[in-house]
């Protein structure tokens, strides 16, 4: 049973450019949650998925930032027009049930 | 507002020392803490606590809370350099939606 998988595990982008995170969850995992971590911060959280519903974004920045957990595949984390400032390291975590979570092993976001 | 604090933000320590996290929270509708080990990726599962009182072991690392006093701390006994990492500590508020981190603690173990 693998576990939570993120990929790329590194993504280099150029300012305007879009990112695109990808996150599979454990198997009969529903839950996905979004946390980023910038240097020398500890995580925030970002966003609470479960199938094709957005339960909670209370983390997410208003612009550019959008999440998507489709029926089938994985979820999307998805940056628009990316700034220097949006480098940092995106973790995603997956549950069975609300809390008790696993995590992945992240994507390194740097914006040239 | 809700929050998290660790401390101290680092710490450096010679192998076989004895080494304490603290992490204070002051949080709405608690319902459990959580102790993360972070190398140089994901964040690992350390230990929940709910209840006061009662430690947690594994090994050399153990952990406890008070919830009056609302903290928690990690000990880690005999520490060796594969102890090296930020140690998170996240509070579960019971909105099922997120955990709320501190910045974590940076351990150095020096051979």
């Known amino acids: 049973n693998a576990g939570v998988m993120q990929n790329p595990r590194h993504l280099v982008r150029r300012r305007g450019q879009e990112a695109r995170l990808r996150c599979s969850p454990m198997?009969?995992?529903?839950?996905v949650y979004w946390y980023r971590q910038l240097p020398e911060e500890g995580l925030k959280f970002m966003v609470y998925l479960q199938k094709e519903n957005i339960i909670d974004e209370s983390g997410m920045p208003k612009e550019r930032f959008s999440a998507e957990f489709p029926k089938e595949g994985p979820s999307i984390l998805r940056i628009q027009q990316v700034v220097r400032g949006d480098s940092a390291a995106y973790f995603c975590a997956s549950s069975r049930q609300a809390g008790g979570y696993t995590f992945g092993s992240g994507t390194r976001l740097t914006v040239v | 507002e809700d929050k998290v604090v660790q401390s101290p933000l680092s710490l450096v320590v010679h192998e076989g020392d004895t080494v304490t996290l603290n992490c204070s929270y002051e949080?709405?509708?608690?319902?459990?803490l959580l102790w993360y080990k972070q190398e140089k990726k994901a964040p690992t599962f350390l230990f929940m606590l709910?209840?006061?009182?009662i430690e947690k072991k594994s090994g050399r690392l153990s952990s406890i809370l008070d919830k009056k006093e609302l903290f928690s701390i990690l000990n880690i006994t005999a520490t060796q350099t594969g102890d090296s990492a930020v140690y998170l500590c996240?509070?579960?508020?019971?909105?099922?939606?997120?955990?709320?981190f501190g910045t974590g603690t940076s351990l150095t173990v020096i051979p």
């Open positions: 198997k009969g995992h529903s839950h």
């Open positions: 996240a509070v579960d508020m019971n909105t099922g939606n997120q955990f709320y």
């Open positions: 709910t209840s006061s009182g």
């Open positions: 949080v709405t509708n608690f319902r459990s």
